[in-house]
Structures are given as C-alpha cells and as structure tokens.
C-alpha cells in the first residue's frame, strides 16, 4: 500500500480532483476538513489514517465505522499534538505582544511542569515529539546540516558571543545549514549570525549594539527577546537555520533567531535528534555540563559509526578543551585507529575549512 502524507487542505482537495476514490495510504495530519464534508462520505476512508484535524459534527465517527483511523482531539492542551510543520520564533512568542509568561512557549512549559505523571500528559507530549520528528525530517532533507554547540550562559556583549555570530555567518554563507540546541548564549549567537547571512558581516555588529541593551535572558527574559525582535525588525531575512530547544529546559527561553524551531519535550530525544541532523560535522564552542555530554554523545555515534556516516567533530579553543575541560585528550585518544574525524582548533577562523572544505 501506497503512503501519501497530506497536511495542508490544498493538498487534500488535489488528491480529489485528480480523481481519487479511496483514501487507502493516506496520512492526513492536522487539516481542517470541516468543509468537505461530502468529500469524505463519497471516499473509502479504509486504510487512511487522520491525525487530529478538525471534522464537521458526525464525519469522525462516520470515518471511523467505514474503516479509518482517526485519533482523537486530547482535551485542554495549550498545544496542538499533531501539528504538520515546525514551529517559528514568532509563535513560540506571540509576537511577544504581552510579557513572556502569557507567550504559547511559557504556557506549554507551565503545562507541562503541572501535570507530570499523567498519562495524558504522556500520550499528548509523545504523539507531539512524533509530529515535531515528522517535520524536522522533511525540513533536513538534502540539506548540508552543522551543528554549534555551546554554553547557553554566554552574554550578547562578550567576545565569545560575538566569535559565535561570525561563525554561524560563514557558515550560512558557505551554503551549511546552522542547527543549534536553540536556546540563549552560544547557541542564539550561531543563529544570529546565520539570520544576518544574506547581510554583510559589519550587520553583525550593529545588531549587536542592539541586543546588549539586555545581554542576558537574566533578569528579565521579556527584555531579552524584546531586543531580538527588534533586531528581525531592522533587518528582515529568509535565511534558513534550526533551532531544537526543549521543554525539559524551560526556564531557558528559545532564541529568536532560527527560521524552524524543533521543539520537543522529551530531552533525550531532542539532543540525539540534532546530533543526527548535523550530517556536515558539528562544532563545539566552550561550554559546561551540556556541551561536554554533547561532545561524548556524538563522539561515540561516530566511534561505532560506518566511516561514510561519521562526520567532522571540531573543538574550538585550544586551551579550554586541553586544560579548563580537558576533554580533548580523551577524544582524541579515542579516536586514535579509528575512522573518526576529529579536530581541535583555535579559534572559529579555523572551523570552515574543515567543515566546509
């Protein structure tokens, strides 16, 4: 049988006029479909499958006694779990009409911290992270993906956050596609740079000027996203970057700057799900406990991986690699005998030409 993924209703109503009869294969994910209801009477729903959606009184039970699949609408959810695409900054924040708390992100993570162990809570989280899952990949294919990771407690006005900004600029211009953890420091600086991409690198710096009005999510996470709206305002751009945040990280706020925003609740998931996406290599600024997780998570895919899936892990900072958090030594002792491309550089000046050769 035939799979057909359906998640718009432009794209259900072509199947129709094309002259479909059965709607055996189908996946039909979060449409509207409260117009159509003749349609769905006159198909043969056996063998489809519909993912939330919305139905006019009568068509989900009648779908389901002539053979579909339907699941059901979960109740009192601040979010939608069968959503067909990834989400947007803008989203996430409302446009950030309000302050921070009244914003979709900080509902969700208040949703999710009030009602652990249900098995609603569950049931919807996990049919969420699918739907997030299902996007992601159809957003990743073909793209040439590099992972920056980094520390999240980096401030807009330092050297490092600029250092990352340049970074992820160069990599966007290089045609890479900059996948981050998604959340403030290192990881909003690579997007940054990767947003500004179609701009000249001296953009960089005036929007810079912009953000250190409010150099950290602390103490108010509303001035800090302020600021980074403001800076989209200034200066519009269409490039492509990704950003897989998490709930179970809530109280640090998603960065603005990501043209998709994977977001998952469950952080397992979510670390080795952009780690996979960075099929290009993925490079590591200094960082704490997260980023030296992130550095051993990928370094042993890479250990058992087939040579012709392993890709280039790159150390940025000699000294703090070797000496503050010297876990260099074990990497590369690691990766001695193996098919692991493995590299500690300087400075992120150093990091196109192995990536991007």
Known sequence: MRTVEIESLPEFDARVAAGATSMSGWRVQDVDLRGRSDVLRRLDPRGALFLGGTFAAGDEDGLRDRGALVF???????????????????????????????????????????????????LATTLHDHAVDDALAELVRGRRCVGVMGGHDLARDS???????????????????VATGGGPGAMEAANLGAYLSPYD???????????AA?????????AWARTAFEVRKRWPSEAVSL???????????????????????ANAIREDVLLHCS???????????????????????????????????????????????????????????????????????????????
């Open 201 to 211: 690198l001296g953009v960089i710096d005036e929007a810079l000027a912009v953000l």
């Open 214 to 222: 409010a150099p950290s999510f602390r103490p108010s996470v509303d």
């Open 72 to 122: 059901p609408t979960l109740p009192d959810l601040p979010f939608d779990p069968y959503r067909a695409g990834l989400y947007s900054p803008g989203e996430l924040y409302n446009g950030l009409q309000a302050s921070y708390d009244e914003t979709a992100d900080a509902r969700v993570y208040a949703w999710s911290r009030s009602r652990d162990g249900d098995l609603v809570r569950t």
């Open 159 to 177: 050297t490092g956050y600029r250092d990352a900004a340049v970074l992820g600029h160069a990599l966007a211009g290089a045609g890479l596609t």
């Open 243 to 265: 950003g897989v945040p998490t709930w179970f990280y809530g109280h640090e706020p998603p960065n603005a700057f990501p043209s998709h925003v994977a977001k998952y609740f």
């Open 279 to 357: 099929n290009a290599g993925t490079v590591f600024l200094p960082g704490r406990g997260g980023t030296v997780q992130e550095v051993f998570q990928d370094a042993c895919e890479n250990y058992y991986a087939d040579p012709a899936g392993s890709a280039p892990m790159v150390l940025v900072g000699r000294s703090f690699w070797t000496t503050d958090l010297p876990a260099w030594p074990l990497l590369s002792a690691l990766a001695a005998g193996r098919p692991m491309s493995v590299h500690l550089v300087d400075s992120p000046d150093d990091v196109l030409p192995v990536v991007a050769p």
